[in-house]
């Protein structure tokens, strides 16, 4: 790592470029597809990297991003909380009362209203 540092930009994307080459040809595949977020700093990163920005740009770039990216995710997740919570909620509001022994209460009796149309 510290012979990378010593490299010029013009190199050291080189040698990145090789590695990278090296891993996609060489590394297992990998099962995941990866999150939106994921993606998106890696497509961000290569771009920056095409365009020759400066390696301790695109580092700090890249730290910033995946701050960015923590953030995002514990929104995410705390939002499918919540989702899930209104869920089971809602389904809980909608399920009869038990009574003891686990057996649904027999509907009440309609109320017989006085005068309620019918001859006597």
């Keep these: 790592m510290r012979q ?3 490299l010029t930009d013009e190199k050291a994307y080189q040698v990145l470029d ?3 080459f090296v891993t996609s040809r060489y590394a297992p595949k990998e099962t ?3 999150s939106l977020f ?3 700093t890696e497509g961000v990163e290569d771009t920056l990297r095409a365009g020759k920005v400066s390696a301790t740009a695109i580092s700090e770039t ?3 991003l995946n701050k960015a990216v923590g ?3 514990g929104v995410a997740a705390a939002g499918k909380s919540v989702a899930s919570d209104i869920v089971s909620a809602a389904s809980s509001a909608t399920k009869p009362a038990t009574a003891e022994g686990g057996e649904t209460p027999p509907p009440p009796p309609p109320e017989a209203t006085p005068n309620s149309g019918t001859p006597a």
């Design 4 to 6: 990378l540092d010593t």
């Design 18 to 20: 090789y590695v990278e």
């Design 32 to 34: 995941s597809v990866g």
């Design 38 to 40: 994921t993606r998106f």
């Design 62 to 64: 890249m730290g910033l």
């Design 71 to 73: 953030v995002l995710n």
